[in-house]
């Protein structure tokens, strides 16, 4: 990411005098505005439409209110909780001189009552707390979520939408088969370009044509699938286009998804993702990288109670799958390797729980050597390498 800040605290001294702090609850149609005002005794909390100007007019009407109260507003900070909206309003804030931050929703505390009280004013209260907690530099109180800019969050658009036409392929032809095998037919084969064309010669278990409904609904589907196939190919072909026009020796990410290519059995597609969704990020340390892809363990601890969770999967979803995919393959492509070797001494007894309980551990041991290859070129130990 651009941006390189302590999540988990503000470093900038807080000036309460001269600072006016807000958070805002969002939804579709509304939004609550609270904040605290220098020289206002009141907290204020407005309710407006979900528009971004009328959220600067009423900070700039907040700023003067604050100055005719005898305090010259210096600093202000805008916190919002990181959802669907996405960091448009935040790059939007920032653009207009105001600091603007994305909380990380699981990251606020909240009542562990079992029927709470649940409203927008409460909601701000909440992240209210949290914020100032975060802004005078205690950690623990709630984290951001880095900021990307534009160019950050279109360069992961092509990867996630193929996941999805993937997935919206896999539909279509489970579907297929679903239909056919309805009519005793499970040999038909998909794959062939000609697939269309040989609806005509299917004939049922009973021996007879496909009805002419069935056979209309399957010729709708192959052109659906037809479809989705072709933009999944485009979605490809544009990716290897804009790596072959990146100048080779070019720092960026471009770069690290040609330096994770390189290593047998990490495809274009594998180090797309992993490089977008992550590897080009400023991660702390080892711990930051198996954080963020919810790979680290959720201990039980209570007096002589010690239990494991299992996984927090509370980091990023994609690259959690992806990498536990990757883990299998790399111990088909990387036998020689010592993350295989070490794999295969652990899961000697052979049995299916104990290989799937560590191979999400080589799936973060593999992760964290990846993000060494890529930030300070350490090749993982006995892995083979494609040539340059």
């Not at 975060?134 to 623990?140: A, F, I, M, P």
């Not at 009805?211 to 052109?223: M, Q, S």
Request: hydrophobic share 45%.
């Amino acid at each position: 990411m651009s941006q390189s800040f302590d999540t988990s605290r503000s470093l900038t001294a807080l000036e309460q005098d001269n600072t006016i702090i807000a958070v805002i609850e969002m939804s579709k149609a509304k939004w609550l505005v609270a904040a605290l005002v220098p020289g206002l005794k009141r907290q204020p909390l407005k309710k407006i439409g979900a528009d971004a100007p009328a959220l600067l007019k009423l900070l700039q009407r907040w700023r003067d209110e604050a100055g005719r109260a005898g305090h010259t507003v210096k600093r202000i900070a805008v916190a919002y909780e990181a959802a669907g909206d996405g960091f448009w309003l935040a790059r939007w804030l920032r653009a207009h001189g105001i600091e603007a931050y994305a909380i990380h929703p699981s990251s606020v505390a909240v009542s562990r009552e079992h029927r709470r009280a649940k409203t927008d004013r409460l909601d701000t209260e909440l992240l209210m707390r949290a914020f100032l907690g975060w802004l005078r530099g205690e950690k623990r109180h709630c984290s951001m979520a880095p900021i990307p800019t534009l160019e950050e969050e279109d360069a992961r658009r092509p990867n996630r939408e193929r996941e999805t036409l993937v997935g919206e392929q896999t539909r279509i032809i489970n579907h297929i088969k679903a239909i056919l095998a309805r009519f005793g037919v499970r040999s038909f084969r998909l794959s062939l370009r000609q697939a269309a064309d040989r609806l005509e010669t299917i004939r049922t278990a009973e021996g007879t044509p496909l009805p002419d409904n069935t056979r209309a609904e399957l010729y709708r589907f192959l052109e659906r699938l037809s479809l989705v196939r072709e933009q999944i190919r485009t979605i490809e072909q544009e990716r290897l286009r804009r790596l072959a026009a990146a100048p080779a020796a070019a720092n960026g990410p471009h770069a690290m998804v040609r330096l994770l290519a390189r290593i047998i059995g990490i495809g274009v597609e594998t180090a797309d993702m992993l490089v977008h969704e992550m590897l080009s990020r400023q991660l702390r340390d080892r711990r930051a990288v198996a954080r963020y892809a919810g790979l680290t363990g959720s201990p039980d601890e209570s007096g002589k109670r010690r239990r494991e969770k299992g996984l927090a999967r509370a980091g990023n979803a994609r690259v959690r799958r992806g990498m536990i995919q990757l883990a299998w393959r790399f111990l088909s492509f990387q036998k020689d390797s010592d993350l295989a070797q070490w794999f295969q001494a652990r899961t000697t007894d052979g049995r299916k729980t104990t290989r799937k309980t560590m191979i999400v551990a080589l799936a973060r041991k593999l992760l964290i050597a990846l993000w060494r290859f890529v930030t300070a070129g350490e090749v993982p130990q006995g892995a083979n390498l494609r040539a340059a």
